[in-house]
């Protein structure tokens, strides 16, 4: 098309072409895209942000109110203070046995868990064949120990006619009931957590894998032997390895539950020696229907654990070692 050009005395209007129309707003434009993507971020993270409220904070802080009441499932709360927090420390001595045993457990289980774990990653970081086939195998009893089955077993293995007492009997010794005797019944437990390897062995040998081969070679040219290699190079650097194992196998092991619910009858006997904390929370809240006494319980749990893993946080200065520290 042939463009013809203006009649004398009328003055040419510039046309802006189409693809620089917005160029003069460059701000608005950018304003209304962030306010877009806003919305956009806003739509997908609604599903995290229902859940947080209305699944976690929610029922924290309904679960606080109701700490202060005395409430059941079957009537309203009432307003009773800090009774129940005074009747867990003065008046309740199967409170204070179940914080004894489950500390009981904790301090013991959680060590000789950690050093087994420890002892078969340095096994398996020796090179041998099929290693992923042994880590897999390795890893099931963390899958499989905290579940309902693994504890009826564990039940019948340590029962009157387990495998266990057929075993010692071979070499002529009567066993007994390991579950049903208030001195072995807690060990049993302990042994079966121990059992549940997997998890720390899988991140102990993702940092065995981590050190450099240089300082094992600069260190047998030194002379060093395989102790002095372990003591001066291979459990220095893995230090912060052990500290996030043992933080998560504390809080973990706080909040055990079925092993001792499956493995006593959900009564925490004989004689409350496997009466865990968790198992008495239970008991209270949803056999005797004191759900006002077991939202204290839950909080103080949540108190202990918080102040224990501030502990390690504290005291990890002293003993976990970093590579980028001078």
Do not use: C
């Not at 942000?49 to 802080?61: E, K, Q, R, S, V």
């Not at 009747?87 to 087994?116: G, I, N």
């Not at 002892?119 to 290693?131: Q, Y």
């Not at 070499?171 to 005797?181: D, I, K, R």
Request: hydrophobic share 50%; aromatic share 16%.
């Amino acid at each position: 098309m042939t463009l013809s050009p203006a009649p004398a005395g009328t003055t040419e209007v510039p046309v802006t072409p189409p693809e620089k129309a917005g160029a003069s707003h460059p701000g608005r434009l950018k304003g209304s895209r962030g306010r877009s993507q806003a919305w956009a971020a806003y739509l997908f993270l609604a599903p995290w942000f229902i859940g947080l409220f209305a699944i976690t904070i929610g029922p924290m802080i309904a679960s606080l109110y109701l700490s202060f009441t005395d409430y059941s499932l079957l009537s309203e709360a009432h307003w009773v203070g800090l009774d129940n927090y005074e009747k867990m420390f003065t008046q309740d001595d199967r409170f204070m046995a179940s914080l004894q045993v489950t500390t009981t457990y904790v301090v013991v289980s959680v060590p000789l868990q950690l050093a087994f774990a420890l002892g078969l990653a340095l096994v398996l970081d020796k090179g041998l064949r099929g290693l992923s086939f042994y880590r897999s195998i390795f890893y099931l009893p963390s899958l499989l120990g905290g579940s309902v089955a693994i504890s009826i077993l564990w039940r019948k293995i340590f029962g009157v006619d387990g495998i266990v007492n057929s075993f010692l009997g071979l070499f002529g010794y009567e066993g007994h009931g390991w579950v049903t005797s208030p001195d072995t019944a807690l060990w049993t437990l302990i042994i079966l957590h121990v059992w549940t390897f997997g998890a720390p062995m899988v991140i102990f040998l993702a940092g065995l894998r981590q050190i450099p081969q240089s300082l094992y070679e600069a260190a047998s040219v030194d002379g060093a032997g395989k102790w002095r290699n372990f003591r001066s190079i291979t459990l220095p650097l893995l230090t912060p390895i052990i500290f996030f194992n043992l933080v998560l196998e504390v809080i973990k092991s706080f909040q055990s539950f079925t092993q001792s619910f499956i493995v006593s009858g959900g009564n925490g006997g004989p004689v409350d020696s496997t009466l865990f904390y968790t198992l008495y929370l239970y008991i209270k809240g949803f056999k005797n229907y004191e759900m006002g006494y077991a939202a204290g319980m839950a909080w103080v749990l949540l108190l202990i654990i918080a102040a224990l893993t501030g502990v390690n946080f504290l005291m990890s200065r002293f003993w976990v070692f970093y590579g980028d520290e001078k």
